[in-house]
């Protein structure tokens, strides 16, 4: 889901990116959207002021490229562009210019044909495997991935999956990503809906606890009636709870089983002893820390099972239990998770991308009403004060457009 745009009206191309793309791929973005093609190079600009008329190119200095998308330049294109930041979407083949769009409250959208799990901790907004795929996305009202799109408050726009892979004892095994998931540490945390929903939903003792229970199984639903086009499955599991916990996939494994007719493997994977938090670990640490935890308590002679998990982070665990599944003899592995931690990343600006309280300044948490779901801010400290999901949205698009709208000083960058 683009992360604070309601109607896109406009495109920053790093044009550099595609350099073997003819130019006329272009042709149907330039005709819908607002346009400006970013390039540090004097052909590529003369060519694309020849193909798309003058004005249409924001040339910079070789020595900006490897800074760019900076504030500087942000501010340059919006201007070009005579649109708002929240209106516009950066559009690129490099993932490292994507990662410093990220920085930013545009949106972001990575054109690749490859997508591997490191580069889904830092995944943009959406993502197209070329133009034209893209420009039908668009055209359908794709915004972004399906977790995200589905639990976005008032609007109930499309949404795609995206494929990926993990990497465990040097052979690939198939992951389908539904979303991503921003912790408390990360500037959109309290800006992302889903990310929410997915943490308050496994509170347990909580008044949330399993309240999107039936959204999250429609979304594993669709990853598994999408992946019976073409594959067998078998069985579906889950990554096992701590030992002596209850399986919160356990209502889930069930009702997809009853729809799809795959056997249901709930508690084929067990916790066989406790283990120390993972939070605070380094992947390597991780990897020591949730070795041999697991066991599979039956013989799966070739079978094709799809192991689903709510937050990936480092891995770990995944890896984990894909060993634990092949040594019991399972063929085919495919992971479904609703998300992917991403990597902390930092808000350009000084001044926090957060819907502030009005009456003490301090940060409002987005929270979510256990009886009809819906999404609202509440002050931790000023506790009877509350603002709907839909009013704190507005109050950050306020202040990234108009923060982006202030005088720079930087000239360099």
């Not at 929410?196 to 399993?210: H, T």
């Amino acid at each position: 889901m683009f992360r604070c745009i309601n109607a896109l009206k406009g495109m920053i191309i790093d044009i550099d990116s595609f350099s073997s793309d003819p130019l006329e791929g272009w042709s149907p973005f330039v005709q819908k959207y607002k346009c400006v093609f970013l390039t540090a190079q004097d052909e590529i600009a003369v060519k694309v002021n020849s193909h798309f008329g003058a004005g249409s190119v924001l040339q910079i200095k070789t020595y900006q490229k490897p800074f760019a998308p900076s504030i500087s330049i942000q501010r340059q294109c919006i201007q070009m562009l005579d649109l708002l930041p929240t209106e516009v979407v950066y559009v690129s083949r490099d993932i490292e210019f994507i990662n410093k769009a990220m920085e930013f409250l545009s949106g972001t959208i990575w054109i690749t044909r490859s997508i591997s799990y490191e580069d889904a901790s830092r995944i943009a907004d959406m993502v197209s495997r070329d133009l034209p795929t893209l420009n039908d996305e668009l055209n359908n009202g794709i915004k972004g991935y399906i977790g995200e799109t589905a639990l976005y408050p008032g609007e109930f726009p499309r949404g795609s999956m995206l494929p990926t892979a993990i990497l465990v004892d040097q052979k690939t095994y198939p992951l389908i990503l539904l979303g991503r998931y921003f912790g408390y540490e990360h500037y959109m945390s309290q800006l992302h809906p889903y990310s929410s929903a997915i943490y308050l939903n496994k509170q347990k003792g909580r008044k949330y606890y399993g309240i999107f229970d039936e959204m999250f199984y429609k979304l594993y639903l669709g990853a598994l009636q999408n992946l019976l086009r073409t594959t067998r499955i078998d069985g579906i599991c889950s990554v096992p709870p701590r030992a002596g916990n209850a399986n919160r996939f356990s209502g889930i494994l069930r009702k997809l089983s009853e729809t799809t007719r795959i056997k249901n493997h709930d508690g084929l994977l067990i916790c066989n002893h406790s283990y120390p938090s993972q939070k605070s670990l380094s992947q390597r640490e991780r990897e020591d820390n949730i070795k041999g935890v697991f066991q599979a308590t039956e013989a799966l002679n070739g079978e094709t099972i799809v192991l689903l998990d709510d937050i990936a982070s480092t891995g770990s665990t995944l890896r984990e239990c894909v060993r634990v599944l092949k040594n019991k003899g399972a063929g085919k592995i495919i992971i479904v998770v609703l998300a992917v931690n991403q990597i902390h990343e930092s808000y350009w600006s000084s001044i926090p991308a957060q819907v502030s309280c009005p009456r003490c300044g301090e940060r409002m948490h987005l929270l979510v009403n256990s009886k009809n779901r819906h999404f609202f801010y509440s002050c931790y400290n000023c506790r009877s004060q509350t603002m709907n999901f839909e009013e704190g949205r507005k109050l950050v698009e306020a202040l990234v457009n108009s923060e982006t709208d202030q005088t720079d000083d930087d000239f360099s960058f």
